[in-house]
């Protein structure tokens, strides 16, 4: 996207991403905090701390009961109750298969319900619940800091944050306003400088929250700004005293120095192709997919999404992350309540070009990997087919790869390689 993006949604380009793409295949290496693990993971701390990351911020939701494919958007608004889906062969169990209820993915534990809270007794229900499958754990982001810390003179920061998991424009919108005030404090009480850098690790729809956040960091004013500060504090009114916390931000941001100068550097693990990036926001950009190349037509960056036979291979995920592939514009999950609703649908109006179940189709049928900013990794974490892992509470079709421990040495050794190495 170019700078001054000023909110636009990211296009659907079928195009070779080039040289801005690499394919890996998942070695899981030494087990974790085996001294093998623990030597190569503080290697990658020194490296971390060379490039000057200052914080890790590990950024992750909640699956369960969340629509995580987006039906409910489809459902209630899309007009499949009007039969728009009649006559594609495969479409209806497509849809069982992404439909609450349906597939497989179970209710939570204690009638948990969006917005969840950030703090300590959702994190553990959730890591109770879930444990990897799709959740950065307490254990994994404490080995994560110990191991990355074993041999620096100044530790580097981690931290754990979790987003409302409410999977809609107003929901994203609301969240990507929480982390950004958590990256300035964080700013503030490390005392970051110029030169200085915050990277963010973020699963999922979480990582819809950063592309927002790029949009909000751009320096200079911006239309698109003031629409989305003006949507906040309107609905805030209804529902909060924030609104002098929002003015207050929405002043600081056009100064460029909201982060005292340094750099916010972004990591997205199966994350959908949905919002514009503004690069101008951000430093280092980077998109890690769950993804195995199937296609018989030697375009191995875009994934394969045929009717019916992709019902097939979803449950044995074979061929990579569907809730990247399948949760893109026109999916998402209904906001509670007409000011909610009301208050996200003037959020679609900046955000979102597309709606409708026709659109979403098209948009799904394009079958897009990559973003257009940043590098992409597209890695074949061989985690179900290879494996038998069958069960979608387990695997989340294909969306629980990127949070395991055994993948924790993997993936910081590609984001260092990838984003801190040195030319050479």
């Known amino acids: 996207m170019p700078t001054e993006n000023n909110f636009q949604h990211s296009p659907y380009s079928r195009a070779d991403p080039g040289e801005r793409v690499a394919y890996r295949e998942f070695v899981a290496g030494a087990p974790p905090d085996s001294i093998a693990w623990k030597d190569a993971m503080a290697a990658h701390g020194e490296a971390l701390a060379a ?18 494919f987006g039906m409910q958007r489809l459902d209630e608004a899309g007009g499949l109750k009007r039969g728009y889906s009649r006559g594609i062969p495969g479409l209806e169990a497509l849809l069982a298969f992404m439909r609450e209820g349906s597939n497989g ?29 799709g959740n950065f754990s307490a254990q994994a982001v404490e080995l994560f800091r110990q191991a990355i810390n074993r041999d620096a003179k100044t530790p580097i920061h981690s931290e754990r944050l979790h987003w409302l998991s409410e999977h809609h424009h107003l929901g994203r919108a609301r969240a990507a306003v929480k982390v950004l005030r958590r990256l300035i404090d964080l700013s503030q009480t490390g005392k970051l400088s110029a030169g200085d850098r915050v990277l963010v690790l973020a699963h999922g729809q979480a990582g819809l929250l950063l592309p927002l956040i790029s949009n909000l960091l ?22 909060s005293d924030e609104v002098g916390e929002l003015d207050e931000l ?26 514009g990036w503004d690069p101008s926001g951000i430093g280092k950009l980077l998109h890690i997919v769950n993804h195995r190349p199937m296609r018989a037509d030697g375009k ?72 257009t900013d940043g590098m992409c990794l597209l890695v074949d974490y061989k ?32 984001i260092v390689r990838t984003l801190y190495s040195s030319p050479a």
Not at 51 to 67: K, N
């Open 250 to 275: 929405e002043g600081l941001l056009p100064t460029g120095e909201a982060l005292n100068g340094a750099q916010l550097d972004i990591v997205t693990f199966g994350t959908a192709v949905r919002y």
């Open 218 to 239: 751009a320096p200079g004013s911006s239309s698109g700004r003031r629409t989305f500060f003006h949507n906040q504090k309107e609905y805030a009114k209804l529902s």
């Open 300 to 371: 191995r960056w875009l994934a394969k999404m045929e009717l019916p036979q992709i019902t097939m291979e979803m449950p044995l995920v074979w061929g990579g992350d569907y809730i990247q592939q399948l949760a893109v514009a026109g999916s998402d999950a209904m906001p509670k309540g007409p000011e909610a609703q009301a208050a996200n649908k003037a959020l679609w109006e900046l955000l979102e070009p597309w709606d409708g179940f026709e659109r979403w189709l098209e948009c799904a049928r394009k079958c897009v990997r990559c973003q």
């Open 383 to 414: 985690d179900a087919a290879a494996t038998g892992a069958g069960q979608p509470k387990d695997h989340l079709y294909g969306h629980a790869a990127y949070t395991r421990a055994n993948a924790l040495l993997f993936n910081t050794t590609e």
């Open 51 to 68: 490039a000057q990351v200052r914080t890790v911020l590990f950024l992750s939701g909640a699956m369960l009961g969340t629509d995580p």
């Open 105 to 133: 993915i179970p209710a939570p534990a204690g009638g948990l319900t969006p917005p969840l809270a950030d703090d300590e007794a959702m994190k553990k229900a959730l890591d109770d619940q879930v444990a990897e499958a």
